[in-house]
């Protein structure tokens, strides 16, 4: 029995099957890349965002990296915007954005 492939996984052969054909990617290339582009839309912030820690201690800085664990599947390394080099680690569920300041550093609406 044939089942229907997910949304993503179509997507993902439009925008990435012809480079295969083509020889100008490969197949765990086109892998990476999916799972990437994948996580990027499950990730609540991005690369730059401004975000800061809702709860506890205070840290506001900008989105630097990501990471993942058993018990965090969704996390990011965040730089303070205070102590610059200085980096955190949080769950996504312990941080909020806030717009004050855009990826380039210029002032929010």
Known sequence: MQTEPEQWAVEAWERYGPM??????????VLQLVVEERERKLRKFNLGDRVTKTKGSSWTGLVVGFYSTSLTPIGYAVESENEPGSVQIYP????????LLDRQGKEGV
Do not use: M, Q, V
């Open 20 to 29: 295969i054909f083509n020889c100008e990617i490969t197949g765990p290339e």
């Open 92 to 99: 996504e569920s312990a941080l909020a954005s806030d717009p």
